[in-house]
C-alpha cells in the first residue's frame, strides 16, 4: 500500500483546518473496486475502534481516480524582517502577493540528503502581510514582526520562501519586499484547499459547490485547481 496525505507533519507546525485529506492506493489487489456500502463498512470499523477513536476520525472514504492528486494548502505564520514592517514594505509585498506568481525552489540545504537536487517551480496563490498588531511604534523591537498569510500549490517550501534558503528560493519574502532578510518563527496550515474527495464524473459549479453543506469552509473544487 501507498499512504499519501496533505498538509504538514513537523512537529513544530500545526495542521488546523477541517482535517487532513489522504489516499490509499493499493498496489495489485485482489479486490480493485469496493463498493460504497464496503467503504462505509470500513469508515465505521475504523470511527469505533476503542483503541483510537479519540485521536483519529475518517470520513468520505469513497474510489477516487489516479489523476486527482492536485492539493492547495493555506498557512498562517510569524515572521521576523530585518527591518521594521513599514507601510511600504506592507505595500509592496501585498501588491505582488495580489495575484499568483511563480517562486522557483532548488532542493532545500535542510532536506538535500534525502531529496534529489532540482529546481521546482511553485504558485504562490496569494500572499498578505500585516502587523502583529495596530500602532506599533516602529523604533520598538515589534515592528520587525508580522503576520504572513499564504494561499500556496501543494509542495511548496514555505519555510524556504521566508528565509530563502541561502538565496535557494527566488523570489523570496525578503526579494519581494525588497529588504535584506526574512526568517519564520511559527507557522500554521491553517486549512488544505480542497473539496475531497473529488465529485467524480460531476460538472462542478463554483456557486453552487460553495453553498453545499458538505463543503466546509468554501474549498475550490478540482475542476478549478491549476
Not at 508580522?146 to 520562501?161: F, M, N, P, R, S
Amino acid at each position: 500500500t501507498k499512504f499519501v496525505t496533505a498538509g504538514r507533519e513537523d512537529a513544530n507546525v500545526r495542521m488546523l483546518g477541517t482535517g487532513r485529506p489522504f489516499y490509499l492506493e493499493l498496489i495489485n489487489p485482489r479486490t480493485p473496486r469496493l463498493s460504497e456500502e464496503e467503504y462505509k463498512q470500513i469508515e465505521q470499523e475504523i470511527n469505533t475502534q476503542s483503541i483510537h477513536k479519540d485521536n483519529v476520525q475518517v470520513r468520505h472514504l469513497s474510489y477516487i481516480e489516479p489523476k486527482y492528486t492536485s492539493i492547495i494548502k493555506e498557512g498562517e505564520e510569524t515572521v521576523w524582517l530585518s527591518e521594521p514592517l513599514t507601510d511600504q514594505v506592507i505595500e509592496r509585498i501585498n501588491k505582488i502577493g495580489s495575484s499568483p506568481f511563480t517562486i522557483q525552489q532548488k532542493t532545500p540545504v535542510r532536506v538535500f540528503q534525502r531529496r534529489s537536487a532540482a529546481v521546482r517551480p511553485k504558485v504562490i496563490h496569494t500572499s498578505t502581510i500585516s502587523s502583529l498588531h495596530q500602532d506599533v511604534d516602529m523604533n520598538s523591537p515589534e515592528a520587525r514582526y508580522g503576520v504572513l498569510k499564504l494561499h500556496t500549490q501543494a509542495g511548496t517550501y514555505i519555510k524556504e520562501y521566508v528565509h530563502g534558503d541561502l538565496g535557494r528560493t527566488l523570489p523570496n519574502l525578503a526579494s519581494v519586499g525588497g529588504i535584506h532578510s526574512a526568517d519564520l518563527l511559527e507557522l500554521d496550515v491553517m486549512d488544505v484547499d480542497l473539496v475531497w474527495p473529488p465529485q467524480i464524473g460531476a460538472t462542478v459549479d463554483v456557486e453552487e459547490t460553495s453553498a453545499d453543506v458538505s463543503n466546509e469552509n468554501n474549498k475550490r473544487p478540482l475542476s478549478n485547481v491549476q
